[in-house]
């Protein structure tokens, strides 16, 4: 059974960073892309940001791209997201995903491509 679980979230002032973490377990965590997504309250989840198994491919979602950096370490079976210059904006339930198929390198902002997800973390932007 594959488990996510998201921390590092919490309250930040405007201006602040926040790193997120997600620890997996349940299969072969190198094998398989990660996504990061949000949810604000009344919104659609959307994508934020992901990575492919290996680490050496990236997507960011415009609304964060060269504020944020998403990374793996495979030997520790975690993602992380570094989110810097943070907005009040930024403010939802922050989720990880993994990919239902191996060794993905693309297509990762259609959340029909994940299978697994954690039970998200919250992130508060006060301005």
């Known amino acids: 059974q594959v488990q996510l679980v998201e921390s590092g979230g919490g309250l930040v002032q405007a201006g602040g960073s926040l790193r997120l973490s997600c620890a997996a377990s349940g299969r072969t965590f190198s094998s398989y892309a990660m996504g990061w997504f949000r949810q604000a309250p009344g919104k659609e989840r959307e994508f934020v940001a992901g990575i492919s198994w290996g680490g050496r491919n990236t997507d960011y979602a415009d609304s964060v791209k060269g504020r944020s950096t998403v990374s793996r370490t495979n030997a520790k079976n975690t993602v992380y997201l570094q989110m810097n210059s943070l907005k009040p904006e930024d403010t939802a339930v922050y989720y990880c995903?993994?990919?239902?198929?191996?060794?993905?390198?693309?297509?990762?902002?259609?959340?029909?491509?994940?299978?697994?997800w954690g039970q998200g973390t919250q992130v508060t932007v006060s301005s």
């Open positions: 995903a993994q990919r239902e198929r191996p060794y993905a390198t693309s297509n990762y902002r259609n959340t029909l491509e994940y299978k697994y």
